[in-house]
């Protein structure tokens, strides 16, 4: 145990314990550096997932419990374990994932619902989901509601299922009604004689007598207690559930004094006077809370603060209470606990008191996610001053003072206007605290409002908010303006008041002329300069008059009614004022199960979900470091472009725990990669191309220590000129060497100049990138054996082959002697396809030279900036058509964004190209491909690989062809679509083509005629909020474009207990593909599917493998086990003939005693597919799937906001292998679109950035990249597969094999 240091005159401490999972442990001194995350990781409880380590993504979700004295109850709370220290959690009970439930013991009703509803795909933002629909449970004393439940999950990101399954595994909870569980909570039930209620469950128990301090008894010792979860799910959860523990009851806590790594020292007084006594003997110490500011300040941006206090537990510092003049809110109090205050408040006091109370309340909703408002305090918010904080302009309009105290005792009190001095800077001195906020009630006729709005709607920081109020009264038959205060959020370094405004404002009657004055005082109030951080300065400007217009017809709506008001609101400008209300998500899947065999055409779950709902499910950085492993943390480029001019290393090599760090010079290889041709260097060595170009690794004990080190070294550069846009790519003729692409049918230039095409249209699209946000990082893991002359990693990758292949070739080793190993990875998307390949190749270099094992995970940060995206495109485009919108000619020129490197830029251009007419039939084309060489890393593979931008240009110029024929772009679409038979521009004929159906049923299915006609009524009569619709179809092409890529391997082996062990050569990344293989080799073989396992992916088993990408990978390994199965089937055909068995265990064993060998290597390739660029013709794909999408989208046209108010999508798959992994797949890719073309945005240093440095990413993390969230998913979501359908895709040999059972 370590020892606890005491302050000498503050209260002494106790040990410093923590109850993890039901356990106890002493926390050791010398660990206040730590994360609660990076504790529970390091102790081997690796459910809880690292996805951001900044408060973003939910992966890290763990539930804390504490006993809150003042109420005599358990608060049980889900946290991000990324950002809590682990102090913070002192005398705490942390539930991770693991003590929920698991596959020995059995799983938690929670765990079983997601299971076996398919919302768990990687898995790996999974266990983060469970535990914070785990705490709501726990913490709800009735069944939460549907609204609350998608509430509690605002905060944890999936990018895989697009939340619909998720929200369908949890929604069952919300019907419950399990007395036991319901009823029992202490509000609810009445304690029948003497009946004691338990703090930690809230029902009623043994445990202790009913009174104030309750004396831990046996029954509740024993740690565990049955909780019968029954109409949850049908079944009852009759496992045990770890209580709160008993022993946390009683413990008083005490003041902690704790030291870290680097100096660092933790307190935590218990007295207001502690606090202030520590405060005057280290004034630059630093107050935390919730740590959700001061987490993102040191572990981001490297700030280094010595002394910490935490004053959570300090009761000055939490009170709230209620006056006659208004409220007194402690600075320490959590938002959560604010909002439900506020809500009782609100229910006890006169309505016209609390309108800054529920501003505060509709504001909060949309702060951050739940994990984040449970540990964020209203003080820390304060003092951060931050420019975009949601709550200052709140306190600011609302009239609200601050009480300060000073190390003396002394109090002040100042306006909250008042209080923000600049960036970041308070009216605070180094020996004072900020006490409480003094928040007064509203007087009749006094209106406050709160306004936001952001990128995403849920858990995301603000472009503009404000905080508006006004108290009108009655003046000479006029309600004039008495008083009023107009705040703004994210214009300024600080919350602006608008202060000309208010003065005009003042003595004004409300009305219209009162709006216009004050929407041209605006303009002079709140200037924001063209390059202010953050850009999009017009858009900025133009909120701020919308949200002060949005005001005015709130407040009137408001005061309809009152004698002597005229302004009353005319119907159709009301709904800019009515808040955003979202209706629980309607999901429907429509397919139909046509079984081949015992297991193919089934809907069976994920193989993994039961692993992976648990946290057993094992990734890359679960993996346990071995003795002497190390860890390491790269050397980055932090220029764009420029000449090394030196590198100094020598303070990395005396950091502590230094172990080697490896350059250029050090490589014993070849010091060049890259998966086509070898254009980049493992390690720079003169000149870099980008920000974060690799330069060299640093290897440690700890990861801290390697980062450390790393951060260390000193380089000098002589900066060069840098290409930061496409455009200057074109200017300046920067492409990547032979990358120049040309296909064309029929003659373009002839078909112009004819007079068949009446019109001719030009344009431009610019596409913008898209970042994959897998949940799970990179991740690498690589160790030698045998002396240093072998080498083995275990690999977060979709192409282990390409890990091999650049380790053995930057080692100088034989690939015979690399091996690379997959267990699964945390998703893809293509973004680790090539690009975690020099990863490997980086890590392998000080685990080959130093003899030791090596782990290499990317923060989120590192792993954003250095390892490319989705390309972003331009495109120019010359179309001619009829007057009627059909199509004639398309000439096209387009530019992809390559990066620095070549990486699979080429072939992603080339399907861009190829997709480039979407579903139409144009006779004459040609189309000009160039790739753009940047100075930004290199980009890469990403769902779609170039095709979806392709089709976006395509839907742009149909677009405009319908505005100019003044026809509906669904009318153009379809008498240009292609048919059965069509030649495309690169010389492929269309068979089996589906299209017309599968549009027809669309159309049937989202009834377009009736929607639309509803969509014209809506917008007739709403003035400010617009719905529009829109029908989309697409073709994709499957095959890899590269004709030898499309083979595949696997290795059947089958045991003599009838059990089947699978291994091919893809990856299993949420996709569910060994779920799909195993499905093909049950049924091969007649046996269930539970007696076919896969266990990884792995060199050494199947050599050679394609990367896992191209939409193709069960179609060739499913082909290629197969393949096997039918090997061994044919050799045990002579026993199976003699129908001596009556079980496959029985075949199998005579079998084996005739010495049949039972394994066998299967080989697949795809037959008739080839192209020739020479000629520009060709059969690039074996075939085509069809699709089509509908949306319904309403927009806000004040602000911007906007949702899915209606998705229906339709797919043509051919007989599905297992229709609900397909579905799965469709809906996560569907919102992954959605976020590309509506949501996310990289912002890069560049022309259009000036804020930004030049090459470096902006959006580098959850905080300022934003994924689509659970508030994202369309109101009604329907998903169907095409049915009865007479063609045969995906695994066609397959279909042919197995005899068809009809199920539905
Ligand atoms: C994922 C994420 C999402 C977020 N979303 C939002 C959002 O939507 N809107 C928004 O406004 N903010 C948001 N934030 C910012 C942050 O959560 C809030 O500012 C929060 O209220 C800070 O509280 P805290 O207790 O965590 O502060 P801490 O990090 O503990 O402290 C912050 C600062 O305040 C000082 N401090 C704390 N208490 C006192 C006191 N009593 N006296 C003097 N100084 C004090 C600390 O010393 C420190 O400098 C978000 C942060 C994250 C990580
Ligand atoms: S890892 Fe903690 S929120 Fe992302
Ligand atoms: S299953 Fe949610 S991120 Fe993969």
Redesign the pocket.
């Known amino acids: 145990m370590g020892s606890l240091k005491t302050e000498e005159d503050i209260e002494e401490s106790k040990d410093a314990i923590l109850y993890v999972n039901g356990i106890r442990t002493v926390l050791p001194d010398g660990l206040a550096h730590l994360t609660l995350l990076e504790y529970l990781r390091d102790a081997g409880l690796t459910g809880t997932k690292l996805g951001c380590g ?3 993504c939910g992966a890290c979700t763990v539930m804390v419990s504490y006993f809150d004295q003042n109420s005599k109850k358990c608060v049980h709370q889900a946290i991000n374990a990324c ?1 809590a220290p682990l102090y913070s959690v002192e005398g705490m009970h942390v539930i991770t994932v693991e003590g929920v439930g698991n596959r020995k013991f059995g799983l938690h009703p929670v765990q079983e619902s997601l299971a076996s509803r398919h919302g768990s795909q990687c898995g790996f933002c999974t266990p983060g989901f469970i535990m914070s629909m785990y705490a709501l449970l726990r913490s709800s004393k009735t069944p939460p509601t549907e609204e609350q439940i998608e509430e509690s999950l605002a905060g944890n990101l999936c990018r895989c299922t697009g939340y619909r399954p998720i929200l369908d595994a949890f929604r069952v909870f919300a019907k419950s009604n399990d007395l036991l569980y319901t009823s029992g909570s202490v509000s609810v039930h009445e304690p029948k004689n003497g009946e004691f209620i338990c703090p930690s469950t809230g029902k009623p128990c043994s445990c202790g007598p009913n009174k104030e301090t309750v004396e831990p008894s046996d029954a509740c010792q024993n740690g565990y207690k049955p909780v019968s979860y029954n109409d949850v799910d049908g079944s009852s959860y009759t496992n045990k559930e770890i209580i709160f523990p008993p022993q946390l009851l009683t413990r008083k806590s005490s003041s902690l004094s704790l030291t870290g790594f680097g100096g660092i020292k933790w307190h935590r007084p218990l007295l207001l006077k502690h606090v202030l006594e520590l405060k005057s003997r280290h004034p630059d110490a ?11 300040e040191t572990r981001l941006k490297k700030i280094h603060y010595p002394v910490f206090i935490s ?1 959570t537990h300090v009761p000055e ?1 939490n009170i709230l209470t209620v006056g006659n003049d208004g409220m007194e809110i402690g ?2 109090v959590r ?1 959560s606990e604010l909002q439900k205050f506020l809500k009782k408040v609100i229910e006890e006091r006169p309505a016209y008191e609390t309108s800054s109370c529920k501003a505060i309340i509709e504001q909060i909703k ?4 739940t994990q ?1 408002r449970n ?7 304060i ?2 001053a ?1 420019p ?4 200052n302009p709140l306190w600011m309009a609302s009239r609200a003072k601050f009480k300060v105290v000073d190390s003396k005792g002394s109090i002040r009190t100042i306006l909250a206007e008042n209080f923000f001095l600049g960036y970041r800077k308070v009216d ?1 001195g180094n020996n004072e ?2 006490l409480s906020v003094l928040l007064p009630w509203t007087r009749e006729f006094e209106y406050v409002k709160e306004f936001k709005q952001a990128h995403r709607r849920d ?4 472009l503009v908010n404000g905080g508006m109020r006004v108290f009108i009264e009655k003046s000479n038959k006029k309600w004039i303006v008495s008083d009023a205060c107009v705040v703004y959020g994210g214009v300024a370094p600080v919350s602006l008041s608008a202060v000309k405004t208010k003065d005009y404002l003042i003595g004004k009657a409300w009305d219209k002329e009162l709006l216009q004055n004050s929407l041209e005082i605006l303009k002079q109030d709140v200037v924001i300069s063209e390059d202010a951080p953050g850009g999009m300065v017009e858009f900025r400007k133009s909120l701020t008059l919308s949200f002060f217009f949005k005001f005015f017809l709130w407040v009137s709506h408001q005061m309809n009614g009152q004698e002597f008001f005229n302004e009353s609101v005319p119907a159709s400008h009301l709904s800019a004022v009515e808040s955003f209300h979202r209706p629980s998500v309607m999901g429907s899947q429509d397919y139909e199960i046509t079984k081949q065999g015992t297991a193919v055409g089934s809907p069976e779950v994920h193989m993994s979900a039961r692993l992976q709902v648990t946290g057993e499910a094992e990734y890359t950085d679960d993996t346990p470091m071995p003795p002497g492993g190390l860890h390491a943390a790269l050397i980055l480029s932090k220029k764009p472009h420029a000449r090394l001019l030196s590198i100094d290393d020598s303070g990395a090599r005396s950091s502590p725990g230094f172990a080697g760090i490896f350059f250029n010079k050090d490589i014993p290889g070849s010091k060049f990669t890259g998966p086509i041709i070898e254009d980049e260097e493992v390690f720079a060595s003169e000149i870099v191309t980008c920000v974060g170009q690799v330069i060299g690794v640093a290897v440690a004990d700890t990861l801290e220590n390697a980062k450390l080190a790393a951060r260390k070294v000193v380089i000098e550069y002589e900066d060069l000129p840098a290409i930061l846009s496409i455009e200057d790519a074109v200017e300046f003729k920067s492409f990547h060497p032979n990358t120049h692409r040309c296909l064309s049918k029929g003659d373009v230039d002839l078909c112009f100049q004819s007079d068949q095409c009446h019109k001719i249209i030009e344009g431009e699209v610019h596409i913008g990138g898209q970042e994959h946000f897998y949940l799970e990082p990179q991740s690498t893991f690589v160790w030698t054996m045998d002396g240093g002359h072998e080498v083995h990693m275990i690999s977060s990758t979709q192409a282990p082959q390409k890990h091999q292949k650049y380790v053995a070739h930057v080692l100088g080793l034989p690939m015979s002697k690399v091996v690379c190993k997959v267990k699964r990875i945390g998703g893809g998307f293509g973004g680790k396809e090539t690009r975690s390949a020099f990863i490997a190749a980086v890590a392998s270099v000080p685990a080959y030279l130093l003899n030791r094992p090596v782990k290499l995970t990317l923060d989120r940060d590192i792993d954003m900036q250095l390892t490319g995206q989705r390309h972003s495109f331009l495109a120019k485009y010359k179309v001619g058509f009829t007057n009627e919108g059909k199509v004639l000619a398309l000439d096209l020129e387009i530019y992809n964004n390559a990066g620095n490197s070549l990486d699979l830029s080429l072939a992603i251009l080339d399907r861009s190209m190829y997709h480039s007419d979407n579903v139409y039939e144009i006779p004459n084309v040609r189309i000009n491909g160039s790739v753009c060489f940047t100075n930004y890393p290199s980009n890469t593979a990403f769902r779609g690989f170039g095709g979806p931008q392709g089709m976006l240009v395509s839907e742009n110029w149909i677009q405009r062809i319908a505005v100019e024929v003044k026809k509906s772009p669904e009318e153009i679409r379809e008498i240009n679509f292609n048919s059965e038979g069509s030649i495309l521009h690169y010389g492929q004929q269309l068979q089996d083509c589906t299209l017309h159906r599968l549009w027809d049923e669309l159309k049937k299915s989202c009834n377009f005629v009736k929607v639309r006609s509803e969509v014209d009524d809506f917008n007739l009569h709403n003035r400010w909020k617009k719905r529009g619709v829109a029908m989309i179809p697409t073709k994709f092409g499957i095959s890899f474009t590269t004709k030898f890529m499309n083979q595949a391997g696997a290795l059947v082996q089958v045991y003599t207990d009838g059990t089947v062990l699978v291994t091919h050569g893809g990856v299993e990344m949420g996709q569910g593909l060994h779920t799909k293989v195993a499905q093909i080799a049950a049924s091969a073989f007649e046996i269930p599917l539970s007696s076919v396992f896969i266990s990884e992916t792995s060199t050494d088993k199947v050599p050679n493998a394609s990367p896992t990408a191209a939409s193709a990978s069960s179609d060739m390994y499913g082909a290629a086990v197969l393949d096997a199965c039918k090997q061994i089937k044919a050799r045990m055909e002579p026993i199976a003939s003699l129908k001596k068995h009556t079980s496959f265990v029985e075949l199998v064993n005579a079998c084996y005693f005739e010495r049949i060998d039972l394994s066998a290597h299967g080989f697949h390739v795809v037959p008739d597919i080839g192209f020739d660029w020479k000629t520009g013709k060709g059969h690039p794909f074996r075939y085509f799937t069809y699709g089509a999408a509908f949306a319904e989208v309403e927009i806000d046209t004040l602000t911007g906001d906007f949702h899915t108010r209606a998705a229906d999508v339709i797919l043509d798959l051919g007989f599905s292998i297992n229709p609900a992994i397909d579905v799965g797949q469709i809906e996560g890719a569907f919102i992954q679109g959605m976020g590309w073309v509506a949501l996310e945005e990289l912002k890069w240093g560049d022309a259009a950035h000036k804020w930004i440095p030049p090459g470096c990413l902006f959006t580098s993390g959850p ?1 300022n990249y934003k994924i689509p969230s659970v508030n994202d998913v369309p109101f009604k979501f329907k998903v169907s597969l095409l049915k009865l359908n007479l063609f045969l895709r995906s695994v066609q040999p397959i279909y042919n094999d197995f005899d068809r059972k009809e199920e539905t």
């Open positions: 900044e408060g973003g950002l630093k107050l935390v809370v919730g740590n959700t500011e001061l987490g993102i004053v510092l600075a320490g938002l949309w702060f951050a996610g984040i540990v964020a305090s209203v003080g820390g918010n003092c951060t931050s975009i904080s949601d709550l605070l605290i900020l858990d995301d920081i603000a905080g």
